[in-house]
């Protein structure tokens, strides 16, 4: 009886724990890197992505599509399938978040301009290019940008090269990038040497990826 | 009441409050806005370590599906961890556990009964990814947004059954729970003496029993006797042949010893859970069908398929055992019911409507995407 009653204990207490966590799920992972575009009166007018997608999503993205050659994309030939990305992706806002002085900015990005596909043949992996323009282009003190799935289907990684540019922003300006945390992770797990995936594949919505600008 | 059977009660409250609980809170989660969705608290712990380790085995898959091309002995790893995955993958959300495990507790079914409904059911998923990516990917040549789309007709489909499912169980449990409540009202005397003892319980699980069938039951005034009870009983498991396909016989085995195996065995026994079963299993994993969209284009069709079957094993064994819980949850909450004969019934029954809504709450959640489940959908 008293097994029974720690094991229903255990079982409760198990359960209570896992319930609120039941969220997160990814089967795409995106290596990522960012560009933040800035005007020349030094106010930021929007942000530029390379989202590349992991092998196994790419094969199932790509599946059906026409190709001339085999084992290849075009641009063009991707183009069809570029327009359906960014269509769905306003749905989820871009996963894009823009923060002035430490407060969300509702509805600040523009449909994506610019966008198009990539086929790495050797990766087997496609790289999606597109620009969100800012609605209204931002001045701040502090000015942060953030990429995250909060239902965390999708797990965004910014690349371990070149994460995030600065693109002709004023020379005062300073920027930093603070990746997820890798509490579950050991550095020792390491399948894919391009892209810092494991440093994001811990879950949660806290887990986002933030670029902080600062300009004084 | 005794010490134990107090404790109990206590626990089994607790078990069905964390269930109640989990899903209000997934259900307030969800609601948000991606825009409105604020920081979420760090998951941590076992949970979090399982989500971790499911991330890791998936990223494995597409390496192991590769070298498994040109190494026969890397089909075992991707067998492994296939499997491995499919155990930690189940942690999270859709795979039906919810489903069922409130199913299960609805309609009073043994964790026998409860571990074949997770199989089934996971084994239906199994079947649906592999269906579509074949007739899809390999017949038609359809492209991603052509399998996503069919995905999600499957999972509408899946999730309305799911609420017809719930909305049978809360018909019959509902009405259960009425004519407990007559009974109740229009019997004075409480309880009889000899009740408390462990007699009492064939007894009270017959009168349970015997409130599902309309012709067991139009006979016999309300405070029937305990032996008149006993008879009812098992004249209802020799006539259970008949009525197996009516959700209501799934209730006819009231005994504190569990189901008779030939109830298990027979024909009834697997319609009975089949509209869950097709309910749960009917909607496909995503992670599999990109698993096997993926050995399609490795032109290892076949890898995908064993791995996808493999990972059903895995993802059976986590609903089970979760289901395990819900089934072991009900059977304390009957036991105490048992030693408190008339309220307890009706808390029995209460707690059985309760689980029905649950079913219901789920599927229409799930139907109007308001509770999140895997998403197909993005590209």
């Known amino acids: ?216 | 009441m005794t010490r134990n059977a107090k404790a109990r009660l206590l626990l089994s409250v607790l078990i069905l409050a964390a269930l109640v609980a989990g899903a209000c809170y997934r259900e307030a989660l969800a609601q948000s806005s991606p825009l409105a969705a604020m920081r979420q608290p760090a998951p941590a712990g076992l949970f979090g370590w399982l989500l971790s380790k499911q991330a890791l085995f998936y990223r494995e898959l597409s390496g192991l599906i590769r070298a498994a091309k040109s190494d026969g002995t890397a089909l075992w790893g991707l067998l492994g961890v296939s499997f491995a995955y499919g155990i930690f993958h189940a942690a999270g959300p859709g795979h039906g556990k919810a489903v069922i495990s409130s199913y299960l507790v609805a309609n009073e079914e043994t964790w026998r009964r409860g571990v074949t409904l997770s199989f089934a059911s996971a084994l239906l998923q199994a079947i649906t990814a592999v269906l579509i990516v074949a007739v899809a990917a390999v017949l038609i040549g359809a492209t991603a947004k052509a399998m996503g789309d069919t995905v999600r007709v499957i999972e509408n489909l899946s999730y309305a059954l799911i609420v017809l499912v719930g909305a049978r169980l809360f018909w019959v449990k509902g009405r259960a729970f009425m004519r407990t409540l007559r009974a109740l009202n229009s019997k004075s005397l409480p309880a009889e003496p000899e009740h408390a003892h462990d007699h009492a319980t064939h007894a009270h699980d017959g009168r349970a029993a015997c409130c599902h069938h309309d012709h067991a039951h139009r006979d016999h005034e309300p405070n029937q006797s305990a032996a008149a009870d006993m008879h009812e009983h098992h004249h209802e498991s020799g006539h259970h042949g008949h009525d197996h396909d009516d959700e209501e016989s799934v209730l006819p085995w009231g005994h504190a010893h569990g189901p008779e195996p030939e109830e298990l065995a027979g024909p009834g026994g697997w319609r009975r859970g089949l509209s869950a079963i097709v309910a749960v299993g009917l909607r496909p994993c995503s992670g599999a069908i990109i698993v096997l969209v993926f050995s399609l284009a490795q032109g290892l069709f076949w890898a995908g398929v064993a791995s996808t079957f493999v990972m059903a094993i895995g993802t059976a064994i986590t609903v089970a055992a979760i289901a395990t819980l819900a089934v072991g949850a009900r059977a304390v909450a009957k036991r105490f019911a048992a030693t408190r004969v008339s309220y307890g019934t009706l808390v029995l029954r209460g707690i059985e409507v309760g689980a029905a809504v649950l079913v219901m709450a789920f599927g229409v959640l799930l139907l109007t995407g308001t509770m999140a489940s895997e998403r197909m959908g993005m590209f």
């Open chain 1, 1 to 216: 009886m008293i097994r029974r009653i720690v094991f229903l204990i255990a079982a409760f207490l198990w359960l209570l724990a896992s319930m609120p966590h039941a969220q997160a799920h990814p089967h795409v992972w995106v290596t990522m890197t960012s560009e933040l575009l800035y005007a020349p009166d030094g106010s930021l007018t929007g942000v530029r992505h390379a989202w590349t997608f992991d092998d196994m999503f790419s094969a199932f993205a790509t599946q059906g599509l026409e190709q001339k050659t085999k084992g290849q994309f075009t641009r063009e030939e991707l183009q069809p399938l570029a327009k359906v990305n960014v269509d769905s992706l306003q749905e989820y806002a871009y996963f894009t978040y823009v923060n002035v002085d430490g407060k969300r900015q509702k509805d600040a990005l523009l449909d994506p301009i610019d966008y198009y596909l990539e086929y790495d043949p050797n990766e087997t992996v496609l790289t999606l290019h597109f620009t969100l323009p800012l609605k209204a282009p931002v001045k701040a003190k502090t000015l942060e940008v953030e990429v995250y799935d909060p239902e965390f289907f999708i797990d965004f990684g910014f690349a371990e090269k070149n994460q995030v540019k600065l693109v002709n922003a004023p020379a005062q300006c300073s920027m930093s990038v603070a990746k997820p945390r890798d509490d579950f992770f050991s550095a020792a797990v390491r399948l894919d040497k391009s892209t810092a995936w494991e440093a994001n594949a811990g879950m949660g919505a806290n887990f986002a990826n933030r670029v902080t600008v600062t300009c004084p």
